[in-house]
């Protein structure tokens, strides 16, 4: 059964444009391709950030976008957790209210603040602000945060490629025992090799020469 | 230092209008300041240059155009009278309306560098975190403007204690009633003997607004290496 079907046409005022369509599975799903093709558009498009100019988005049988039926939700309606590529983590709460920003607003209850914090390792930075943290930390309390959300989908925007060559396999296992512990699906766009090796179970090519790997996973 | 009688009258009134003045003008200083820094519009141009006027009018005329809106028989002024009760001619409500109208663009000018500062993404980590468009706001934006809605507060209260021109067109200088410090030292001067006696009331004039400029400054000194910390 498919997690997430995207099939949507989206141009940027500048001139760019995106024409693409795909099914997810369940597991860790990389969206792979060049540099401009689009990857984090498409992860903006899932959450609500832009609006396609038409096509649909589905999210477990939920209409996120159907430009013919009219339908939009907004960001905070969507139940899609985001971890942004340099983390946007809030600069003047702490990590304890970072993580519980988005617990506070869902009325799911389904992750326990206790296991992440354990799982991620997050116990000793509790009380420290943004600023006095790592790369490597900050990117634990942006995944943190966005599954504390609940979300259906986790949606992951190059997650090792600002973290130091010596954090990256670190950051990666705690990525991958949180995806697991919890079982949400996760879209990742990289253009870093390693990290996908690292995080995905299957990969979806934006690149349009590319036609092996995008009739494998895409449709 | 000691006051006369009429001098503390002239300081509370003073304080008591600049405060007015600055809680009634900060709601939609931070609304214009939002909207000028972090939305595109027909019209923006437009409302800056409003926005933006007291700075540059002749305090006299900024006068002339509250009481052609606010006086007894103006376009406003009856109606909220009649209504409201609000009596701004000939009252300190007067003084407090024309101070918050000169101070408003010093008001926005800092708050609205506070909200260019901050990068959109936050507003919409908190929007994918289950925030809607007034959280997120409230939240995300409205803390992180803090320095410069304190640095803003601080400077339109400078400002507003200084005013002259436009207060003694709507609110005149009745003793007791309308006569702030501004207004008091002007008298004085007036007076045989103005310049020594005067003298107590522009060193208080001196002190306050000084004060208050220098915690602005301290405060958006602050703000701005918190963030920049922050965000490093």
Redesign the interface.
């Known amino acids: 059964m498919s997690v997430l079907r995207f099939d949507c046409r989206f141009s940027y005022p500048a001139g760019f444009g995106l024409n693409f369509a795909f099914v997810a599975e369940r597991g860790v799903i990389a969206l792979v391709g060049p540099s401009g093709s689009g990857k984090t558009t498409v992860l903006h498009l899932i959450?609500?950030?832009l609006k396609p100019q038409n096509g649909t988005i589905t999210l477990h049988d939920q209409v996120l976008f159907d430009s013919k039926m009219r339908v939009n939700l907004?960001?905070?309606g969507?139940g899609?957790?985001?971890v942004?590529q340099?983390y946007?983590l809030?600069?003047?709460l702490t990590v304890g209210k970072n993580l519980r920003?988005?617990q506070r607003?869902?009325r799911q209850t389904g992750i326990d603040f206790d296991r992440i914090v354990n799982i991620l390792e997050l116990g000793d930075l509790l009380r420290r602000?943004?600023?006095s943290l790592s790369g490597g930390q900050k990117q634990r309390v942006a995944v943190g945060?966005?599954l504390l959300?609940s979300p259906k989908l986790l949606l992951l925007d190059e997650p090792l490629s600002a973290l130091d060559p010596s954090l990256r396999a670190s950051v990666a296992e705690h990525l991958v025992r949180a995806i697991e512990e919890f079982h949400i699906p996760t879209l990742l766009v990289s253009h870093d090799r390693e990290s996908i090796e690292w995080l995905a179970h299957t990969t979806v090519s934006m690149d349009p020469t590319d036609s092996a790997a995008r009739s494998g996973n895409s449709v | 230092m000691l006051l006369t009688v009429a001098e503390w009258q002239a300081v509370r009134l003073t304080l008591l209008v600049a405060s007015v003045a600055v809680v009634v003008s900060l709601p939609p200083a931070v609304a214009v300041a939002w909207l000028l820094a972090k939305r595109n519009f027909p019209g923006k141009f437009l409302l800056e240059t409003i926005v933006n006027l007291p700075l540059v009018l002749p305090p006299v005329v900024t006068g002339y155009l509250l009481l052609v809106i606010f006086g007894r028989q103006g376009l406003l002024g009856g109606f909220l009278e009649r209504t409201f009760g609000l009596r701004f001619v000939f009252d300190w409500k007067g003084a407090a309306l024309a101070s918050a109208v000169v101070a408003f663009p010093l008001l926005v000018r800092p708050i609205r560098v506070a909200f260019s500062a901050i990068?959109d993404?936050?507003v919409?980590?908190?929007?994918?975190?289950?925030?809607?468009p007034f959280?997120a706001f409230c939240?995300?934006m409205l803390?992180?403007a803090r320095p410069g809605i304190l640095s803003g507060s601080l400077l339109g209260f400078a400002r507003s204690m200084g005013e002259f021109g436009a207060t003694i067109m709507i609110a005149g200088s009745i003793p007791g009633e309308t006569r702030t410090m501004s207004l008091l030292i002007y008298s004085q001067l007036d007076a045989p003997g103005g310049m020594e006696q005067s003298v107590r009331l522009v060193a208080a004039s001196i002190i306050i607004a000084a004060t208050a400029l220098l915690a602005g400054e301290l405060l958006e000194r602050y703000g701005r290496r918190?963030?920049q910390?922050?965000?490093?």
């Open positions: 959450a609500g950030l907004p960001p905070e969507r899609v957790g985001y942004f340099d946007q809030f600069p003047h920003y988005g607003r869902t602000y943004p600023y945060r966005a959300r | 990068d993404r936050l919409q980590a908190a929007r994918t975190l289950g925030a809607g959280d939240s995300i803390p992180l918190r963030l910390g922050a965000t490093a």
